[in-house]
């Protein structure tokens, strides 16, 4: 026999879309992270970091997202965007370079018409949706095996001074590219996060009056707004990663960037795996080891795991 | 002495072959090249052979361990030796999370640093740690002994039954129902011999120890709790 179900009465789970939004609550997802500090390693920072992400598409094979710090002129913006048909598009908005790389479209322009490019978009082009910002930051994400989204990209012809990536293993929800990390809710900032948060929506709740606009349900957009707005009121990374382990409640490894900085967090029983090596050359960050084994000097490489509760944060002078 | 380079070969041919051995078989000495973090390395051995693994090894390595040596020169993944049973694996770096879980037997020598949740539901197996542990280690361990030269980290030994925890340096903290115990000669005897065995008999000596382990104030350990059953 059947239940009755009675569709007027309110769902026994009331939390919308978010709970098919978090990312894998279970064991899954990789990210790598690398932050040069030799200056010689630039040009091959976006094949270093395409190795990386390559080798954790066994803990995340339905879709992969990276962010690059690479060339940018002081009073310029660039703004990524991803969507359909963006040729001609730069033509159509006037007063900006672009270059387009498969789905997504990176727009330089003067600071000062970073409003009226927004305004135009939004209004022109709503499909279209900007997932990064800032004078060095590009970022891009796609569905798919992440060797895959990393050639049509062309990561591997970027060069940069640091870069996050990201590898998802979609558990509770549809593979989307909306639900692909890394997420940017502040100019330069990127950040990509294994694991789930428990207290999302109120944080949400609380980070909205404040002016931090989130673009999807992904409680992991929250935590890189929470950042965001740390900064904004003046702390540093390491002050606002801080104070996350504070109001953040749930499993996470974080790994974060912003126009100069690049910060690692774990949450405080350590749930989610993460390795670190650093050298004089570079600091990374992998999920596992195996994700660090091709990169140069790594068998000199002083490799340790990163403490629980505990804040690593470097900084190019 | 067979080399199996991982550079070539799979992690399923390597355990293959290592699985295949007899107690005829003339080879006792393997060298595993190339390992490059890969995981479940070694695992399920069941003969008294020595696998020398040149280089890091990632989750698992060594795991359901019997009667075999398996030593891994570099660091270790998440579970190493997780539930051996007899044998001895020696880790020559650090250790992540997890060494050691649930193991029944044998002996786990890791020469530097063990991460969280060391020795979480030990069952019998020995844990020598040379350099230093982190928190909510030993959880739950049921029996064995966890000696620590190093420090450990918060919550040790929360909620363990009657496995025994020595440690040199200090102790940030110890969990539900761990507590500090007098060090008699039968653990100082127990000591030397864990340190002999371990490699660490002129490393560290038994005096420096303190012991820890169950207060049995835990619900399981009240005798009118056993009706429940």
Known sequence: MFLEIDDTAPPLYDGGTDRHDRETPGFMCGIVGLFLKDKALEPQLGALLAGMLEVMTDRGPDSAGFAVYGAGAPGHVKLTVRGADL??????????????????????????????????????????????????????????????????????GMSGTHGIGHTRMATESAVTTDGAHPFSTGPDQCLVHNGSLSNHRSLRRMLEPHGIAFTTDNDSEVAAGYLSWKLRE???????????????????????????????????????????????????????????????????????????????????? | MPVIDLARASTRELNARLHALTPDDGETEWVVANPQGRHALAVGLDQPVTVEIKGHAGYYCAGMNAEATVIVDGNVGVGVAENMMSGTVLVKGDASQAAGATAHGGLLVIEGDASARCGISMKGVDIVVKGSIGPMSAFMAQSGNL???????????????????????????????????????????????????????????????????????????????????
Request: glycine fraction near 10%; proline fraction near 3%.
């Open chain 1, 234 to 317: 003046g702390a540093s990374l390491a002050q606002a990663l801080e104070d996350s382990l504070d109001d953040l409640d749930g499993f996470f490894t974080f790994v974060v960037g912003t126009e100069s900085g690049f910060a690692v967090l774990r949450d405080p029983i350590s749930c989610k795996p993460a390795v670190m090596a650093e050298t004089d050359r570079y600091v990374a960050f992998g999920s596992e080891y195996r994700a660090l084994v091709g990169l140069p000097g790594i068998e000199h490489a002083r490799v340790f795991e990163p403490e629980p509760a505990r804040v690593y944060a470097w900084e190019h002078g």
């Open chain 1, 87 to 156: 040729d001609g598009l730069a033509d159509a908005i006037g007063g900006v370079k672009a270059t387009v790389r498969d789905s997504h479209l990176v727009l330089s322009l003067p600071a000062a018409e970073e409003d009226r490019v927004r305004g135009w978009l939004a209004l022109e082009r709503p499909d279209l949706v900007v997932i990064g910002a800032g004078q060095r930051i590009e970022l891009y994400k796609e569905v798919g095996l992440p060797a895959d989204v990393a050639t049509r990209f062309n990561l591997a």
């Open chain 2, 147 to 229: 000696v620590v030269l190093g420090d450990a980290g918060d919550a040790l030994g929360d909620s363990i039954y009657e496995a025994r925890i020595y440690v040199r340096g200090s102790v940030k903290s110890l969990g539900a129902d761990c507590i500090e115990k007098e060090m008699r000669d039968e653990h100082r005897a127990d000591l030397v011999r864990l340190l002999a065995a371990a490699g660490l008999g002129d490393v560290a000596h038994a005096d420096e120890f303190r012991r820890y382990g169950s207060a049995r104030q835990l619900y399981t350990f009240h005798v009118d709790n056993a009706a429940a059953y």
